[in-house]
T-cell receptor, first 112, second 114 residues
C-alpha cells in the first residue's frame, strides 16, 4: 500500500492564481481531511469528508474548496491564491471506528 | 481560540534525559488524546494516544500522563535518544463522534543532544 499520497511536493503561485492540491489514499478509508501547518499554530483543519459525496468545513475553510467524488481522492482547490495561504498542507485519512489518522507527506505552497 | 495549548515551544535535552511536553484542553467533550511525531519534511505520524478513563499509558519509552480534573495531559520520553529529535504535537478530538476532527496544539520542537 502506498498509504496517503500528495502531489505536488512543492508549488509556487502568484497572488490570484488557482491550483488544485491532490490527495489520494489506497486504504479504502471513508474519512479524509485537509490540514494546514503554520509555525506556532500547529495543524488546523480546513475541510473534511466522511465519505464520497459528503464534505464539511473545518476550522479554517475560507479560500478553499473540496469535493469527494470517489473514496480514494480528495482534492483541495485554491480558487484565487493569497499570500496568507502560504503554508504546508497535509492530507489525512482514517477508517470508521478507528481513531488513528494517517497523514500524507505534505505539499509546501508559497504564494507570492 | 486555541482549544489545545501546548508548551514548551522548544526543548533541548541531553541524551538519556526525560523531556516532558505539556498540553491543556478546554472542551470536556474531547475523549481521545493522541500525540503525533513529525520529522522534517515528513507528515505527522501517530506516536501514542490515550482516553480519559485512564491516567497513564506507556508504549516503549513514551508515556502519556492524563489529569482529567485539570484538563491536562503530558508526554514523557524516557531515556531520550538523538533519533527522538522531532516536532511533537498533542491533539484532541471527540473520538466517539468518529468524524476525526483533530484539534492540534502548537507543537514542540525537541532536540536531543548526543
Amino acid at each position: 500500500n502506498a498509504g496517503v499520497t500528495q502531489t505536488p511536493k512543492f508549488q509556487v503561485l502568484k497572488t490570484g492564481q488557482s491550483m488544485t492540491l491532490q490527495c489520494a489514499q489506497d486504504m479504502n478509508h471513508e474519512y479524509m481531511s485537509w490540514y494546514r501547518q503554520d509555525p506556532g499554530m500547529g495543524l488546523r483543519l480546513i475541510h473534511y469528508s466522511v465519505g464520497a459525496g459528503i464534505t464539511d468545513q473545518g476550522e479554517v475553510p475560507n479560500g478553499y474548496n473540496v469535493s469527494r467524488s470517489t473514496t480514494e481522492d480528495f482534492p483541495l482547490r485554491l480558487l484565487s491564491a493569497a499570500p496568507s495561504q502560504t503554508s504546508v498542507y497535509f492530507c489525512a485519512s482514517k477508517t470508521t471506528g478507528v481513531n488513528e489518522q494517517f497523514f500524507g507527506p505534505g505539499t509546501r505552497l508559497t504564494v507570492l | 481560540q486555541q482549544q489545545v495549548k501546548q508548551s514548551p515551544q522548544s526543548l533541548i535535552v541531553q541524551k538519556g534525559g526525560i523531556p516532558i511536553i505539556n498540553c491543556a484542553y478546554e472542551n470536556t467533550a474531547f475523549d481521545y488524546f493522541p500525540w503525533y511525531q513529525q520529522f522534517p519534511g515528513k507528515g505527522p505520524a501517530l506516536l501514542i494516544a490515550i482516553r480519559p478513563d485512564v491516567s497513564e499509558k506507556k508504549e516503549g519509552r513514551f508515556t502519556i500522563s492524563f489529569n482529567k480534573s485539570a484538563k491536562q495531559f503530558s508526554l514523557h520520553i524516557m531515556d531520550s535518544q538523538p533519533g527522538d529529535s522531532a516536532t511533537y504535537f498533542c491533539a484532541a478530538t471527540r473520538g466517539s463522534g468518529n468524524t476525526g476532527k483533530l484539534i492540534f496544539g502548537q507543537g514542540t520542537t525537541l532536540q536531543v543532544k548526543p
